[in-house]
């Protein structure tokens, strides 16, 4: 919420406008007094690390009454607040949506009172409203994930990685209980990245009899060798009769039945704290800029918008049809039409993965081989894991191959089975080995080893040198007729710089690392003089780690290959952090891509920095290098391997039945040596002969690259006099093009 809040109200000065801070949400509103302050630059400084929010929020029965809202339209009238940006959860919002639909009346009745004057009725004739959804449970319909989310996910999965550690020494069970009294997405989706063994949310109530299947899906585990079971149960869980399912139950019921040692975890209100995660300080920072446009842009019949997430694109979609279709949910459950409310709430794209079980169907007889290519990237684990248990349950045979294509050609490859992968999930770095060899050179040996275990498909976890493979590969094909079979490719680098997909496995994890070790260092000059940090991020070529890095940890600069600067820049640069160190800002920080300029070094640039900021700030470097790649998967990469990986098997399996003629394999087309990669919000599989277009072959990088569009976002939040043109939705062309000096809107929050 404090990123959103420091991107409101800087936005806000931004464009012009006065903005004020609401402290205790409502209840400030209806009271009044000190709780409405102005808000400054420098007053939203060191927020983005800030968990909770630092203006406080509070329930408020007076605001429901008629009474408390009309005090709460006075008090905004005496400081001419007219735009109200509100960050909260459906209830919050509705009230909202109140409020701007009574505005007018309680005007009037103000006037009545002889409280305003009547000149007020046409001076604040429209309240404006945007919305934007503060939820941990993901329960609000209309976006695919709400601010705090992704941070609850990191505390549920820091809590399961403690957990498993004492549970495989002791030989454990844990229940563990996640919050979502009325929505499953924290259970469901912590379920997937931890790979749990079972899990039961509120909206899909296990099958009666549930308990003898799921004492037997343990009992099989564990006679399979895992020393370890997770269960994990939603605090609002139910059966197909309403009854609450609570960890309890669920704790005894294993004791009763299977008489493994059991334990129960409840999390509680530890989701809700702590630190925020990379991907909640961006969603935040660009809804809450986006917030501010869409104000700007309303008018007295404009009706009221929530700024939602559409894949990585920003929207604005109708506040009261959101709100609607999230009661509709609720509505669906308490009348127990479970599937509509799973299919409305967005959940049934998470259900198959998490229903990984053991198929005895008849053998397909065809083998897959999966491998990882280049550099190691949190999450290639999830991804493998994923390929092996669905392949198996397609009915096909599972071989691993070790160290990329240098061990494919030395023929190190074996059969894989289903408990191999077990606990793979959360495992940091590459558990088959992962090297840059491209086959090329072998693919003479690569095609002996694949007519000798007979592959019939292959799968490859990798970054930009697993593109390239794949192009080789393809290549060849006109050579070797053992590489006409289905071949697919799945992104996974921290660089993020692979053609035909926006985001790739492990580019998450690598963020938060560097949003991490960028809070630590800030904080380490706290009570010292001004100062400034030159960090430098990996990445190659792309600026991507530096650019949304920077966003995230509140950089005043990035520099990255993609935008050129030279000496008057960096000069600029400098004389901006200056003018800031100047009020009351303490620290400042600045990223550079290890490869954005072979003269402007890291060196270079701190050594500028340190005397042209003689006498106002001191100076100091970091190279992050390559604990960017190291530590455990973040909740995202582990469920984007899982699932991208499991649709790319689904594929696999479609190709090979398709291409299976007269008892061979045989795919030499196109569209059977594909990419698999996430465009806004869909996975589409695409051939690789047909990314090489968009491909800058020598500096390894796509030609076009969407998160360029957000370095005018770091800029303005860092007080820099730039122009933010184009918004994510395309809907905004003009609106800052010309942005006045002064405005005489007021906006608070």
């Known amino acids: ?313 920003s929207v604005r979609l109708p506040l009261m049809e959101c709100v609607q279709m999230t009661q509709e949910v609720q509505k669906a459950m308490d009348e127990k039409r479970f599937e509509e409310a799973v299919k409305l709430r967005g959940l049934k794209k998470f259900a198959f993965h998490v229903r990984f079980s053991v198929c005895f169907c008849p053998q397909s007889n065809f083998n897959v081989a999966v491998l990882n290519v280049g550099a190691p990237a949190a999450g290639m684990n999830a991804a493998v894991r994923s390929a092996v248990r669905v392949g198996i349950s397609e009915g096909h045979k599972m071989f691993a191959v070790s160290d990329g294509f240098e061990g494919f050609y ?81 992104p996974a680098t921290i660089s993020n710089n692979v053609p035909g997909t926006d985001l790739s496995i492990g580019a998450d994890t690598a963020l938060n690392a560097i949003v991490e070790t960028c809070d630590r260092i800030k904080q380490s000059a706290s009570g010292t003089k001004r100062r400034v940090f030159i960090i430098e991020t990996m990445g190659g070529y792309c600026g991507y780690l530096a650019s949304v890095g920077g966003l995230a940890a509140g950089a005043d600069a990035a520099y990255i290959y993609e935008e050129p600067f030279d000496i008057r820049d960096l000069q600029a640069n400098v004389e901006h952090l200056t003018e800031k160190m100047k009020t009351s800002i303490q620290r400042g920080l600045v990223l550079r891509n290890e490869n954005c300029n072979e003269n402007y070094t890291t060196d270079f640039i701190y050594q500028l920095y340190s005397e042209e900021g003689k006498g106002v700030f001191d100076s100091r470097k970091n190279v992050l290098g390559h604990m960017q790649q190291g530590g455990a998967p973040s909740p995202f990469d582990r469920n984007f391997g899982t699932k991208i990986s499991a649709k790319a098997m689904q594929w696999v399996t479609k190709k090979l039945v398709e291409t299976f003629r007269q008892g061979r394999v045989f795919a030499n087309t196109e569209d059977s040596c594909c990419l698999l990669g996430m465009r806004r919000r869909a996975l589409v599989f695409q051939p690789v002969v047909q990314l090489k277009d968009e491909t800058d072959f020598v500096h390894r990088i796509p030609k076009e690259q969407w998160w360029l569009k957000l370095r005018p976002l770091m800029k303005i939040l860092a007080k820099y006099k730039t122009s933010y043109d184009v918004s994510d939705s395309g809907q905004l062309e003009h609106v800052v093009r010309n942005r006045p000096k002064e405005s005489d809107a007021s906006v608070a929050m």
């Open 1 to 313: 919420m404090n990123a959103a809040v420091r991107a409101v109200v800087r936005m806000g000065l931004y464009v012009g406008a006065k903005v004020y801070f609401i402290h205790e949400g409502y209840q400030g509103m209806v009271d009044g007094g000190d709780n409405i302050k102005e808000a400054s630059w420098e007053s939203v400084s060191s927020m983005l690390q800030v968990g909770g929010t630092v203006i406080g929020s509070a329930r408020c029965k007076e605001f429901r009454t008629h009474e408390g809202r009309l005090k709460a339209a006075n008090n905004l009238v005496q400081y001419g607040i007219t735009n109200l940006c509100v960050i909260g959860g459906d209830g919050s919002l509705t009230g909202a949506n109140l409020f701007r639909e009574e505005w007018s009346g309680l005007l009037a009745e103000l006037v009545e009172q002889g409280l305003i004057e009547t000149d007020a009725i046409q001076k604040y004739s429209a309240l404006h409203i945007v919305g934007m959804v503060g939820s941990i449970d993901n329960d609000f319909c209309g976006t695919d994930m709400t601010i705090g989310t992704d941070s609850a996910l990191h505390r549920i999965i820091e809590v399961v990685d403690a957990i498993m550690t004492t549970a495989q020494s002791h030989q454990r069970t844990f229940v563990l209980e996640v919050m979502g009294r009325h929505c499953g997405y924290l259970a469901l989706v912590s379920a997937l990245a931890c790979g749990a063994d079972w899990v039961l949310i509120p909206e899909m109530p296990p099958e009666d009899g549930w308990e003898d299947k799921m004492c037997q899906k343990l009992s099989a585990t564990r006679s399979r060798g895992t020393r370890l079971n997770i269960i994990i149960v939603a605090e609002g869980a139910i059966d197909r009769h309403g009854k609450p399912i609570t960890s309890s139950i669920v704790k005894e019921l294993v004791v009763k039945c299977l008489g493994f040692d059991t334990r129960v975890t409840i999390l509680g209100h530890v989701q809700r704290g702590g630190t925020p995660s990379a991907f909640d300080r961006i969603l935040a920072s660009r809804m809450g800029v986006e917030a501010v446009l869409a104000l700007l842009e309303t008018t007295a019949n404009t009706p009221a918008c929530v700024v939602s997430l559409c894949g990585n694109q």
């Open 410 to 490: 030395k023929g190190q490859i074996k059969e894989i089975k289903w408990a191999d992968v077990g606990g793979w999930t959360g495992q940091g770095g590459s558990l088959l080995g992962t090297k840059r060899t491209l086959p090329a050179k072998h693919v003479d040996k690569i095609a002996e080893q694949m007519r000798k275990h007979n592959i019939n498909a292959l799968l490859i976890v990798g970054g930009f040198e697993a593109f390239e493979s794949l192009l080789q590969l393809y290549e060849a094909r006109t050579t070797y007729e053992e590489l006409c079979i289905p071949m697919c490719m799945l």
